[in-house]
């Protein structure tokens, strides 16, 4: 098992080769309150995402790949979202900008998790369908 400080360095490798802003890193430790953090517990990774101090999402693994994989998710999601909002297209759903700009980063980061979000996504849509605007 992987300590937080290894952890902490592996992420932010993989974080500056698509640019993440350090103000949307994660915490390394337990601090609710925080958006978004990762700690370890009872020999598992926890990730955590929150809101207005408390947690929306605390996910547990003891696969370091599957702990990666569900930060860089989030993180590129929140990057998809600013990119959708800086280029909006008002006869576009705006899921399909953010969508997209998450796919791509995930692909330049591992083209697994591109695939793996892409099976994700299709899923969320069978649901909640693209709605575009004539």
């Known amino acids: 098992m992987k300590t937080l400080g290894e952890i902490k360095t592996h992420i932010e490798k993989l974080a500056s080769q698509v640019q993440i802003p350090s103000d949307l890193m994660p915490s390394f430790g337990k601090f609710p309150g ?3 953090y990762l700690y370890l517990e009872n020999n ?5 995402t929150g809101g207005d101090s408390q947690r929306i999402s605390d996910r547990a693994t003891t696969d370091i790949g599957e702990l990666t994989y569900m930060v860089f998710e989030t993180l590129t999601r929140q990057l998809g979202l600013i990119h959708e909002i800086m280029h909006r297209h008002p006869a576009l759903d705006n899921r399909r900008l953010a969508y997209q700009h998450q ?4 692909e330049h980061l591992d083209p697994a998790w591109a695939i793996t979000r892409k099976k994700e996504i299709e899923e969320e849509l069978k649901w909640y369908p693209y709605k575009d605007h004539p």
């Open 103 to 106: 796919l791509d980063l995930l």
């Open 44 to 48: 598992e990774y926890h990730w955590v």
């Open 34 to 36: 925080h958006y978004t």
